[in-house]
Structures are given as structure tokens and as C-alpha cells.
């Protein structure tokens, strides 16, 4: 079974950090882009961090300088450094493992419309950053 978990989220004041991790199990990143989204209560899914299949990485411009995605290939686990964290940055935060064009939600910042090049879903973690 090709499963993502996700871990790592919390509570946090604003300006603290956090870093999700995102495990997977039943296959390996290999030739797989992977990508963090996000959805705040009553709004949208959104693309926040990618790394595509050369393991370039894309982030939202709301996140550029705040958020940063990296791969442990070793350990087949993703990881979403996030600093200096917002209010706004709260939402489920969920993994996904696609295509390279899964990009397109995190350059534009356009909502997530199904299939999306996404194929394998996390559970997602909440992340509440509030003081």
C-alpha cells in the first residue's frame, strides 16, 4: 500500500517554527515530484513547496524566505523547515507525491483542482499558529 504520514505540526506562536515531516511507505521518491499544500479553515487547498523530479524546488511566493522543502532520500522523507510563522500560516498542511507539474499550484498559487497531477495523498497535520 503506497501510503504518505505526515507529522510534525502543532501549536505555535507567531514568529515561532515548526518542521512537518512526511514519510513514505510502499514506494520511494524516486522519479516522483513531492509537495506540501495547504488548507485554512473555510478556504481552498493551495500549493506551498515542491520539489519536482530533478529535485528543483518551487515555493509559493507567500512562503519564499519563511518556508523551506528538502528530501532525505536516505530516509525517504520530506521535510517543510517553516519559520517566522504567520497567523495565516494555520491549515492542514498535507503531503503529496505526483508529477512535476503539481508545480503549477505553488507558482500561481491557484487553488487545487483534482486530479492536479497528484497521486498519493497524506493524511495532513495541523499546524495552528496563534498566540
Known amino acids: 500500500q503506497l501510503q504518505l504520514v505526515e507529522s510534525g505540526g502543532g501549536l505555535v506562536q507567531p514568529g515561532g517554527s515548526l518542521r512537518l515531516s512526511c514519510a513514505a511507505s510502499?514506494?520511494?521518491?524516486?522519479?516522483?515530484?513531492i509537495g506540501w499544500f495547504r488548507q485554512a479553515p473555510g478556504k481552498e487547498r493551495k500549493g506551498v513547496a515542491c520539489?519536482?523530479?530533478?529535485?528543483?524546488?518551487v515555493s509559493a511566493d507567500s512562503v519564499k524566505d519563511r518556508f523551506t522543502i528538502s528530501l532525505d532520500s536516505a530516509k525517504n522523507t520530506v521535510y517543510l523547515q517553516m519559520n517566522s510563522l504567520k497567523p495565516e500560516d494555520t491549515a492542514v498542511y498535507y503531503c503529496?507525491?505526483?508529477?512535476?507539474?503539481?508545480?503549477?499550484?505553488?507558482?500561481?498559487?491557484?487553488?487545487?483542482?483534482?486530479?492536479?497531477?497528484?497521486?498519493?495523498w497524506g493524511q495532513g497535520t495541523l499546524v495552528t499558529v496563534s498566540s
Open positions: 510502499g514506494f520511494t521518491f524516486d522519479y516522483y515530484a
Open positions: 520539489i519536482t523530479s530533478d529535485r528543483s524546488t
Open positions: 503529496a507525491a505526483g508529477r512535476d507539474n503539481l508545480s503549477y499550484f505553488m507558482m500561481t498559487e491557484a487553488p487545487y483542482t483534482p486530479p492536479g497531477d497528484v497521486e498519493i
